[in-house]
């Protein structure tokens, strides 16, 4: 079953605001990840928090974990038309027998305006 | 200069014929992955192979047959294409894959979009 889910579906904002978005999973995790997409393209990773981390910053990226709640948000500060895409959080399941896979979310598109 | 490249980009063809899609990562990565991401953008793996061993088999239907001649390379063979197979198929690469611990960053190729008509 799907383990993410993002919050909100669909975000519209002006340039320069600040864009936050929710991802709630439902087992215990090793780390969860960040990715974006743009229209017509492949995943690009943003960002990885491990379970034992609370918060996380990359440039204009801030990322926040809640193993309590099982729940992640991603912040995007100072926002730019350029970061117009889909986001995605993923997180990782212990395969039994070896490998581990990645389960997405269900993405949030963010449109930003001029 | 491509990380992860993936051939067709397009691929659009008739129910019942058998198609492939060919993946190559140039990043020295061990895991190799497919992924289906259907028209609500939903994104789930299919397959993933480690040093040309499969490691990860999701329920998929077994027309779909991937095949790794080596490790940087991830096929994908679909058998009798139905209508619900059209997608957008991603392959994806990570540095390795553990037993205890977690799952690398994955680079993803640009998807190869499968219209079954």
């Known amino acids: 079953s799907q383990q993410g889910e993002e919050d909100p579906q669909a975000l519209s904002i002006q340039e320069g605001e600040n864009a936050t978005m929710n991802c709630s999973y439902k087992t215990s995790i090793n780390n969860l990840q960040w990715y974006r997409q743009n229209s017509g393209r492949g995943l690009v990773h943003l960002i990885l928090?491990?379970?034992?981390?609370r918060e996380k910053h990359s440039g204009r990226l801030r990322v926040t974990l809640d193993t309590s709640k099982k729940s992640s948000s991603l912040l995007i500060t100072a926002s730019r038309a350029a970061d117009t895409a889909s986001y995605f959080c993923?997180?990782?399941?212990?395969?039994?027998?070896?490998?581990?896979?990645?389960?997405f979310g269900t993405g949030t598109q963010l449109k930003v305006e001029l | 200069d491509t990380a992860v490249s993936q051939t067709p980009k397009y691929l659009v063809t008739q129910m019942g014929n058998d198609k492939s899609i060919k993946c190559e990562q140039n990043l020295g990565h061990d895991t190799m992955y497919w992924y289906k991401q259907d028209s609500k953008k939903f994104l789930k793996i299919m397959f993933s192979?480690?040093?040309?061993?499969?490691?990860i088999n999701e329920t998929v239907p077994n027309r779909f047959s991937p095949k790794s001649p080596d490790k940087a390379h991830l096929n994908l063979h679909i058998n009798s294409l139905e209508l619900g197979d059209s997608a957008v198929y991603f392959c994806a690469s990570s540095q390795a894959t553990t037993l205890a611990g977690s799952t690398d960053t994955q680079y993803f190729g640009p998807g190869t979009r499968l219209t079954v008509l």
């Open positions: 192979y480690n040093n040309k061993e499969l490691i």
């Open positions: 928090i491990r379970s034992n981390e």
């Open positions: 993923a997180t990782d399941a212990v395969e039994t027998g070896g490998g581990n896979k990645l389960t």
